[in-house]
């Protein structure tokens, strides 16, 4: 059996897609959703801007919610610009593991915040799923991401229910500032792109699930609900639930069995959380039409999850659980196909990454001279621990943006979540 050539007619070898033409595709996404239009893009105004001083020595309270985890501390940041973190926690995010109630979820964030509680007046809340940010800063969960199981909370303001959680337990006076943790990375790489005389911010998260935030100056601006009025306006893309784009037979069925079929397509196909599983469907598909030895393709059949970091080990040549893929049931022939399928995966998610930030940079309308490239933080442990992943998607943005005379710089900030968030909580008017 051809491997190579069975995958591209599955939609997963990276010659199946044509960048130039989904490119287009998440540009004119990006102009329908701006306008208000129907769209896969929600494009969802951010209620922040980038040309706000940070100041030192005050101290802010900053919630973390992750894909996988629920971090809580106080921030401040230093006469140098440094952040200074203290009263560190850090928790599973509630609703991953089984379904939970709001009052549940609120309760961590409260007992962990309670004996802080004379520390800060602000909270800097980055919330990394989807909602709709408010005049008042607060935000509105659209819908949960990243498989969270806590459908009380849905259509809710994030912020006020934390306040009234708080307010139960005779804690008065908190402001908080809600904001997604893509726009939390854009603010968190100002500094650097400051120094550097970058021409704007992107930021972009490859982890548990993705998303990218850029600075919005074009003439769509003051259609934009909440505009600031300054020419500016960072967007929260929501590229995660870009739709426009081909999938094949696996890709649909991975969809149909997820927490929200038919929804954050664009994730399905490049976030953590699913590359293992798309990895698990497609040697099963194999192991039915006998590519693998008759003990590889029985192991197979019965496995009932694969996790991303145990089939990137694998390929990395890092070991893995000897349990799963160090299993006697496997040839050294089955894990070769284990490996061509999993880096056909990680070729086509590098390519459609490419695009993603491509497309976000081109929107900006900045980049035009290497003296002042557009700064682009990139954030997520899918994008940097995963095998070749992030040297594959820098090769193709530089043929992308080299093609259209656009220049970038990327970087990368520890805690860009937390830096963000402590940023806007301490920026943004109350």
Request: proline share 3%; hydrophobic share 45%; net charge negative.
């Amino acid at each position: 059996m051809n491997i190579s050539a069975w995958l591209k007619e599955q939609m997963i070898a990276t010659e199946a897609y044509d960048a130039d033409a989904l490119l287009a595709s998440f540009l004119g996404e990006m102009e329908k959703g701006l306008a208000g239009e129907a769209s896969s893009l929600a494009m969802i105004p951010a209620y922040v801007g980038t040309d706000r001083k940070v100041p030192s020595e005050t101290s802010v309270a900053v919630i973390d919610a992750g894909g996988t985890n629920l971090r809580i501390c106080m921030a401040r940041f230093d006469a140098q610009g440094e952040i200074q973190l203290s009263g560190f926690s850090k928790h599973p995010m509630p609703g991953r593991d089984h379904e939970q109630t709001a009052r549940e979820f609120y309760a961590v964030l409260a007992d962990a915040l309670e004996p802080l509680k004379d520390e800060f007046e602000n909270i800097g809340f980055c919330f990394s799923y989807p909602a709709t940010i408010l005049p008042d800063y607060d935000g509105r969960l659209l819908h949960w991401t990243k498989e969270i199981k806590i459908p009380e909370l849905v259509g809710q303001p994030i912020g006020a229910g934390l306040l009234a959680a708080l307010k139960e337990r005779g804690i008065f006076g908190k402001k908080v500032v809600v904001l997604n943790d893509t726009v939390a990375a854009l603010l968190a790489g100002m500094a650097q792109g400051q120094a550097f005389g970058a021409s704007s911010y992107i930021g972009f998260i490859l982890g548990t699930g993705t998303n990218t935030a850029y600075v919005e100056r074009n003439e769509n601006i003051g259609k934009l609900e909440g505009y600031l009025g300054t020419g500016s306006q960072v967007i929260n893309v929501e590229s995660g639930g870009f739709a426009v784009l081909p999938r094949g037979p696996v890709d649909l069925q991975l969809d149909e069995r997820s927490e929200n079929p038919g929804n954050h397509i664009f994730e399905k196909l490049i976030a953590g959380v699913y590359l293992g599983s798309l990895t698990l469907e497609l040697l099963q598909a194999l192991a039915s039409e006998g590519a693998l030895s008759n003990s590889g393709g029985a192991a197979v059949s019965i496995m009932k999850d694969l996790s991303t970091i145990h089939i990137d080990n694998l390929v990395a040549g890092h070991g893995g659980d000897i349990d799963v893929l160090g299993s006697e049931a496997f040839s050294n022939a089955d894990r070769e196909i284990m490996k061509i399928v999993f880096m056909a995966i990680v070729d086509r998610a590098a390519r459609l990454t490419a695009v993603n930030i491509a497309a976000a940079v081109i929107k900006s309308g900045e980049g035009k001279s290497a003296a002042h490239p557009v700064c682009i933080n990139i954030d997520g442990s899918t994008y940097y621990k995963t095998h070749q992943l992030a040297s594959k998607v820098q090769a193709h943005l530089k043929t992308l943006l080299t093609a259209r005379g656009l220049h970038i710089r990327c970087i990368q900030v520890d805690d860009a979540p937390v830096v963000g968030a402590a940023i806007a909580g301490l920026t943004t008017a109350l």
